[in-house]
């Protein structure tokens, strides 16, 4: 498990999807296919993330599904 890496994809969240709300399978590819590409730019392996959360995509369903909730 990485700290590091799920801090990452919190703050991604918190600063990406704030204005999203809407649970959309192409947007949660699309946003897992970013968050990654932003992690590896930030010098974070997407490993560190999914050791934690499993895939990206099934994490970013879960999220727009959250959001919607609210």
Known sequence: MSA????????WVEDNLS????????LAA???DQVT???IQAGIRPEE?????????TTMLEVLEQRDMK
């Open 19 to 26: 204005l999203i709300s809407k649970s959309d399978p192409a």
């Open 37 to 39: 590409a932003d992690a």
């Open 49 to 57: 993330i999914s050791e934690e959360v499993g895939s990206m995509l």
């Open 30 to 32: 699309k946003l897992a």
């Open 4 to 11: 590091r890496g799920i801090e990452f994809l919190q703050k």
